[in-house]
């Protein structure tokens, strides 16, 4: 039976360094929050955001745009933060509206600044080894990963999901760790082949976004297995891979919720903690 892997007792131990460190910087680091219109959707995140920043001791100052602001106003409000020295990280909250492209926005924000780790620039240093802030959940998972004391040179590393935040990222980072590593998506699914490669691997991660596409019976012996999916049934929020059947089989795996989650929040604060520093 697997052990379970949760965020929250790691999330601690982080938030534990994170908070000694702004004590040491001589300034309070802001973390600026831009939300389009009312937006239900990020308001859970909003308020999360806001306790982990303020229990840091960092200012997590919320800027509400009127839900009609064109692209180009956007902008310029981001450009207006940018150069604005007592800003040190930039938060845009997802779901815009659909007329603004989300993934063209994110270049707009300094690389300094930017909170979440996905501007071109801090994703390309990634490739080289180099980048000081990493996008959240693949850095949550990296976290995830070093709890199980794997060590991960070599092993079969098997990531399904491909998406720019998550997937692309995160597969750089294992390979900098010498894991052999195997990117999965719809197009491996559609081929009729996500089942051969998730059975070779020895760790397996997934963010997906659809409840079940993993079969726990798929799970390889003693697999590690990260559940990065969030999806809502009914009042019930479970992951993408079959929770007790793979864990049957694995030897550590995450619960969803409560696994990767409570993680990702914290690395925006590193972020920001980060760039507050520099
Ligand atoms: P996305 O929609 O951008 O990407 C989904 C990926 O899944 C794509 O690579 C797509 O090719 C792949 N995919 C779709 N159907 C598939 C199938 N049948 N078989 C194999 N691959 C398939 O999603 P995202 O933003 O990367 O998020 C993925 C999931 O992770 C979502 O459930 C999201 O809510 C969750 N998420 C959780 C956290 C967290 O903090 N826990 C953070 C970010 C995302």
């Known amino acids: 039976m697997a052990k379970l892997l949760e965020g929250k007792p790691i999330a601690q ?14 300034i309070k680091p802001v973390l600026a929050s831009i939300q389009v219109g009312e937006n239900a959707g990020a308001v859970s995140y909003v308020k999360s955001q806001r306790q982990a920043a303020e229990n840091l001791g960092i200012v997590y100052q919320m800027y509400k745009l009127a839900d009609e602001i064109t692209k180009e106003e956007l902008v310029s409000f981001i450009q207006e933060l940018n150069s604005d020295t007592s800003v040190h990280g930039i938060i845009i909250q997802m779901p815009l509206p659909s007329r603004i492209d989300y993934k063209s926005l994110s270049q707009f924000i300094l690389p300094e600044k930017d909170a979440e780790g996905i501007h ?15 996008p959240c959940t693949p850095a949550a998972v990296m976290e995830l990963l070093k709890e199980t004391g794997i060590d991960l040179y070599g092993k079969e590393v098997v990531v399904v999901g491909h998406s720019e935040i998550v997937g692309k990222p995160l597969a750089l980072l294992l390979l900098d760790k ?6 999965c998506h719809i197009g491996t699914s559609q081929a009729g082949k996500l089942e051969e490669h998730v059975r070779q ?10 409840a079940g596409l993993i079969k726990g019976e798929w799970i390889k012996d003693s697999a590690v297995v990260i559940d990065v999916g969030i999806n809502r049934i009914g009042d019930k929020i479970v992951g993408d891979v079959e929770f007790e059947e793979a864990a049957k089989r694995a030897s550590w795996i995450t619960p969803v919720p409560g696994g990767v989650g409570p993680l990702t929040v914290v690395m925006l604060m590193r ?8």
């Open 13 to 26: 131990g982080l938030k534990e360094s994170l908070k000694y460190q702004v004590q040491c910087l001589n």
């Open 201 to 210: 691997a020895e760790v397996l991660i997934v963010a997906v976004g659809k």
């Open 120 to 134: 071109p620039v801090n994703i390309g240093k990634i490739l080289f080894g180099q980048s000081k802030v990493l």
């Open 271 to 278: 972020n920001v903690v980060e760039a507050a520093k520099l």
């Open 178 to 183: 010498f894991a052999t590593v195997t990117i």
